[in-house]
C-alpha cells in the first residue's frame, strides 16, 4: 500500500511538473492556465478533507474562506490602484504584506464561526456553516464600491520577492510548490499527536472525553487550519483570475469543494488533488460542448458516489475509514 500510495504521488508530481513544457510543445498556454485552476481547486480541497475525511466534520461554507482570502487581495488592490486609502493605509501590491492579512481575516473568521458550529454537530453543523457563507455572500453582494454583483477587477498580481510572478509559468510553480507544503503539513499534522486525538474522536467522542480530551479546543484548531488553507486558495485564485466576485462564497462553491474531495477520496489528501483534476477538466470538456454542462456532471458525480464509495484513489491510497 505504501509503495503505490508512493509510486502515484510521484507520477502526479511528475504530471504537474511537466505542465508548462507540454503546454509549450502543444502551443497551448490554456493548457497551463488549466493546470493553475486545478492546482488551486486542490489546495482548497486538501484543506477541506482535513476536517472532512479525519474529522468528519461536514463543512457547507468553507467557500466564505476562499472568498474572503480573495477579496482582501482585490480589495486592497484596489486602494492601492485607485491611490485611496484604506483606514489611512495607502495599501500595497506586496504579496508579503497583503497575503498574511487575508490569511489572518480567514482565520478570525473561522475562529467564530467554529466557535458557534462546532456547539452543535451533524445536520446543525453543516446549517450553521452554511448560514455563515450565506452572511458572507449577501455582505459582499452589497459592497457597491467593490463592484457588488458584478465583481472587482484586479490590475495586476501582488508582487513577490526574487520572482515574477506575473509570469503565467512561474505563478504556477509558486502555486504547485504551495500545494506540495500544504499536503505535507496536512500530512504531518494527521500523524502527529494532535491529528491522532483529532481522529479519535471522530471514532468515539465520548470515549476520548473519559481520557481529559477537549473536543472543542482539537475540533476548532483543526477548523481554523482547514480555513487558512481554504483562504489560501482563495488569495492565489484573485492572483490568477484577476477578478473576485460574490460567488467565491455560494454554497455551490462550497459544493464544488466537497464534491471534489469525496471525488477523489475522503481522508486522503492525494484524493482531492486527483479529484480537482478530474473535476476541472470534465467541466472544461463538458462546458465545450453545451452550456447546460451540469445536467451531465451531475448524474456522473452521483453515479461515482453511489458505485465508488472510496472515491477514484481511495481504495489504492488507503482510505480514512472512519
Known amino acids: 500500500m505504501r509503495s503505490t500510495r508512493l509510486t502515484i504521488i510521484v507520477i502526479g508530481l511528475a504530471a504537474f511538473i511537466l505542465v508548462p513544457?507540454?503546454?509549450?510543445?502543444?502551443?497551448?498556454?490554456?493548457?497551463?492556465?488549466?493546470?493553475?485552476r486545478v492546482v488551486i481547486y486542490a489546495i482548497a480541497s486538501v484543506s477541506l478533507d482535513l476536517i472532512i475525511g479525519y474529522g468528519a466534520l461536514v463543512s457547507f461554507g468553507?467557500?466564505?474562506?476562499?472568498?474572503?482570502?480573495?477579496?482582501?487581495?482585490?480589495?486592497?488592490a484596489y486602494h492601492t490602484s485607485n491611490g485611496e486609502p484604506l483606514w489611512g493605509w495607502q495599501g500595497t501590491n506586496a504579496a508579503l504584506i497583503v497575503w498574511p492579512i487575508g490569511l489572518l481575516a480567514c482565520v478570525v473568521l473561522a475562529v467564530v464561526v467554529g466557535w458557534f458550529a462546532l456547539k452543535t454537530s451533524g445536520v446543525q453543523f453543516i446549517m450553521i456553516t452554511l448560514a455563515f457563507a450565506q452572511m458572507v455572500f449577501f455582505v459582499l453582494v452589497s459592497l457597491a464600491t467593490y463592484g457588488g454583483d458584478d465583481g472587482l477587477l484586479i490590475n495586476a498580481r501582488n508582487t513577490f520577492p526574487l520572482i515574477d510572478i506575473a509570469n503565467g509559468s512561474t505563478f504556477?510553480?509558486?502555486?504547485?510548490?504551495?500545494?506540495?507544503?500544504?499536503?505535507?503539513f496536512c500530512m504531518m499534522i494527521v500523524s502527529s499527536r494532535f491529528g491522532l486525538v483529532f481522529q479519535a474522536l471522530r471514532q468515539s467522542e465520548r470515549r476520548a472525553i473519559n481520557l481529559g480530551v477537549r473536543p472543542l479546543s482539537f475540533r476548532l484548531t483543526a477548523f481554523v487550519i482547514s480555513a487558512f488553507g481554504t483562504g489560501l486558495a482563495g488569495i492565489l485564485w484573485a492572483n490568477y483570475a484577476l477578478f473576485v466576485t460574490p460567488d467565491m462564497a455560494s454554497w455551490s462553491k462550497s459544493g464544488e469543494f466537497m464534491a471534489?474531495?469525496?471525488?477523489g477520496g475522503l481522508g486522503t489528501f492525494i484524493g482531492p488533488i486527483a479529484g480537482a483534476a478530474v473535476f476541472i477538466?470534465?467541466?472544461q470538456i463538458l462546458s465545450g460542448w453545451t452550456e447546460h454542462w451540469m445536467i451531465i456532471m451531475g448524474p456522473t458525480l452521483t453515479l461515482i458516489a453511489l458505485f465508488g464509495q472510496h472515491g477514484m484513489l481511495g481504495r489504492l491510497l488507503g482510505k480514512n475509514h472512519g
Open 21 to 36: 513544457m507540454l503546454a509549450g510543445l502543444a502551443g497551448n498556454a490554456s493548457i497551463e492556465g488549466l493546470a493553475t
Open 62 to 76: 468553507h467557500a466564505m474562506f476562499f472568498a474572503l482570502g480573495g477579496y482582501t487581495v482585490g480589495i486592497i
Open 172 to 184: 504556477y510553480y509558486l502555486c504547485l510548490f504551495t500545494l506540495v507544503l500544504w499536503t505535507m
Open 260 to 263: 471534489i474531495v469525496v471525488l
Open 281 to 283: 477538466i470534465l467541466e
